[in-house]
C-alpha cells in the first residue's frame, strides 16, 4: 500500500480538533441512571453517575448480554463508597471528555477518572485524593440464570427466535 494512502486514511481516523470544544461539563451529581454518563469500548458499556452522597456507580452491559426476549440488557452494577465520602456540594465538576473517552470527577477534596480499556472489557477508575479514604466496592449481579419466556413477554423481533 502507498505510503500516502497510508497517511490519508489515518487522518481520517482522527478526531476532529475541534472535539475539545464538545466535552460535555456539569456541576450537579447525576443522580440516578437516568443522568449518566455513557462509557465503553464497543464490547463494553458502562453508564456511570454519581450520587448526591458521592458514590459512583457503574452500570454494565455487554454486546453479548441479550434476553431470551433479544434485547439489550444491563447485566450488573458495581458501587465505589468512600469513607468519609467526597463532597458533591460545593466545588464538584463531571465532564465527559470525548477524544479520551473518560469521565472525570473533581471534587473538593479529589479527583477521580473512569474509562473502559479499549483493547479488553475492563473499566478502570483511578485517582488523587487529599486524604486518605477507605474504599469498598460492592457488585450486584443481575443476569446469573436462564430465564424462560412467560405470558406476554414477547421478543423483539419473531425472526430472532427463529420463527418465519
Keep these: 500500500m502507498p505510503v500516502a494512502l497510508v497517511l490519508i486514511l489515518l487522518a481520517a481516523l482522527q478526531a476532529p480538533p475541534d472535539l475539545d470544544t464538545c466535552d460535555l461539563v456539569w456541576h ?6 437516568a443522568g449518566s454518563v455513557p462509557l465503553g469500548n464497543g464490547e463494553l458499556g458502562v453508564n456511570a453517575w454519581v450520587e448526591a452522597g458521592g458514590d459512583l456507580l457503574l452500570l454494565l452491559s455487554r454486546n453479548d448480554s441479550f434476553s431470551e426476549a433479544c434485547r439489550l440488557l444491563k ?13 458533591t456540594a460545593a466545588g464538584f465538576t463531571q465532564t465527559l471528555h470525548l477524544r479520551e473517552g473518560v469521565l472525570l470527577l473533581d471534587y473538593a477534596g479529589g479527583h477521580l477518572e473512569v474509562f473502559v480499556e479499549t483493547e479488553r472489557p475492563v ?4 485517582g488523587t485524593l487529599d486524604t486518605p479514604r477507605r ?3 460492592t457488585t450486584e449481579i443481575w443476569r446469573d440464570q ?5 405470558g406476554g413477554e414477547q421478543p423483539e423481533r419473531q425472526e430472532d427466535l427463529g420463527v418465519r
Excluded: S
Design 146 to 150: 436462564r430465564h424462560r419466556l412467560q
Design 135 to 137: 474504599a469498598r466496592l
Design 123 to 126: 473499566v478502570r477508575i483511578r
Design 28 to 33: 450537579t451529581p447525576g443522580g440516578d441512571a
Design 75 to 87: 447485566i450488573g452494577r458495581v458501587r465505589l463508597t468512600l469513607d468519609p465520602p467526597l463532597v
